[in-house]
Antibody, heavy 118, light 108 residues
Framework: EVQLVESGGGLVKPGGSLSLSCAAS????????MNWVRQTPGKGLEWLAR??????????DYAAPVKGRFTISRDDSKHTVYLQMNSLRTEDTAFYYCTTGGYYFDFWGRGTLVTVSS | EIVLTQSPDTLSLSPGERATLSCRAS???????LAWYQQRPGQAPRLLIY???SRATGIPDRFSGSGSGTDFTLTISRLEPEDFAVYYC?????????FGPGTKVDFK
């Protein structure tokens, strides 16, 4: 059974940083492209970042609102994908999900809540 | 960026009825690369349909997708109690991948 478990969410002040982790199991992680998607009541679902597998370069892609502030990475030995979030803004407050998939999102974790507030 | 709009915002129906949900794109979706997701309260979204009409693994055949270009439809042939949820479309034909705002299917 595919399982994705996010962690690392919490309360952070504007301008601060936070690192999210997503531990994966139940599939061959090193063969999976991974993503982060967030959800807010106001803006709905928003794709943020994707990381490809090492055989195709492990390259990353980002949505414009987070490019230059967020960094997605992976550790295949730990079956974990990360999202380093810097220069956080109040509008980054959301539920953050990690997902599998290169283009559409096959499996989703349960998410972790990030609140950016002073 | 491709903007997706969904209609209606809310669809009030009874179990056993047919649900028809619409997703319209601001420009043609390349290769009909459109997906549909279901989100029940307190849960993460779940993939239902990809490539406009292909059902994901384990999805009942009462769910079907159709459409091409800029107009897509999700049909639930006979609503079961567990189908009352919010449904989102998502395009993956061009980056950034974008989602629609959702249609809520609730009890009449």
């Amino acid at each position: 059974e595919v399982q994705l478990v996010e962690s690392g969410g919490g309360l952070v002040k504007p301008g601060g940083s936070l690192s999210l982790s997503c531990a994966a199991s139940g599939f061959t992680f090193s063969n999976a492209w991974m993503n982060w998607v967030r959800q807010t009541p106001g803006k709905g679902l928003e794709w943020l970042a994707r990381i490809k597998t090492k055989p195709v370069g492990g390259t990353t892609d980002y949505a414009a609102p987070v490019k230059g502030r967020f960094t997605i990475s992976r550790d295949d030995s730990k079956h974990t994908v990360y999202l380093q979030m810097n220069s956080l803004r109040t509008e980054d407050t959301a539920f953050y999900y990690c997902t599998t998939g290169g283009y559409y999102f096959d499996f989703w974790g349960r998410g972790t809540l990030v609140t950016v507030s002073s | 960026e491709i903007v997706l709009t969904q209609s209606p915002d809310t669809l009030s129906l009874s179990p056993g009825e047919r649900a028809t949900l619409s997703c319209r794109a601001s420009q043609s979706v390349s290769n009909n690369y459109l997906a549909w997701y279901q989100q029940r309260p307190g849960q993460a979204p779940r993939l239902l349909i990809y490539g406009a009409s292909s059902r994901a693994t384990g999805i009942p055949d009462r769910f079907s997708g159709s459409g091409s270009g800029t107009d897509f439809t999700l049909t639930i042939s006979r609503l079961e109690p567990e189908d009352f949820a919010v449904y989102y479309c998502q395009q993956f034909g061009s980056s950034p991948f974008t989602f629609g705002p959702g249609t809520k299917v609730d009890f009449k």
